[in-house]
C-alpha cells in the first residue's frame, strides 16, 4: 500500500513513460492505492530485481520517500539464501548445493 496522498495511478504512468516498464493497478477497494508487479510467461529473480528497480525509481519520481535500491537489496539478499519458487523458470537448487558446485572454465566441476 502506498501512503496517502501517493497515486498508485501515477506510480504506474511514470513507470511505463519513462521507464518502459508495466505495472498493474489495484482491483476494487485497493484501486488506485498500490500497484502490483505483473508478467506475462518466463519470469525469474533477475527480471524481478529489474521489476522492482523500475518501480523504485517510478516511486521515487512520484514523491515516495524511500531508499533507493532497498527493495531490491532486500530482494536479492532473500534469494541468494533460498531456493527460487517453483514457476519462475530457474532451476531450482538446494540452497547447500550451490556452494558445492563451482564454475571452472566451460566446465561445471563438483566439490
Excluded at 31 to 56: P, Q, S, T, Y
Excluded at 67 to 73: K, L, W
Aim: charged letters at 15%; a positive charge; one cysteine or more.
Amino acid at each position: 500500500m502506498l501512503l496517502a496522498g501517493i497515486s498508485g495511478g501515477e506510480v504506474i504512468t511514470r513507470a511505463y513513460r519513462r521507464y518502459n516498464l508495466s505495472l498493474g493497478g489495484g482491483l476494487s477497494k485497493v484501486a488506485g492505492k498500490l500497484f502490483r508487479i505483473a508478467h506475462l510467461g518466463d519470469m525469474n529473480e533477475v527480471h524481478l530485481m529489474a521489476a522492482i528497480n523500475g518501480a523504485e525509481m517510478a516511486m521515487l519520481d512520484c514523491g515516495v520517500a524511500l531508499q533507493p535500491g532497498s527493495g531490491s537489496a532486500a530482494a536479492g539478499n532473500y534469494w541468494r539464501h533460498h531456493a527460487a519458487p517453483s514457476g519462475l523458470g530457474a532451476p531450482v537448487n538446494p540452497k547447500d548445493q550451490h556452494t558445492k558446485n563451482s564454475i571452472h572454465g566451460q566446465t561445471l566441476a563438483k566439490g
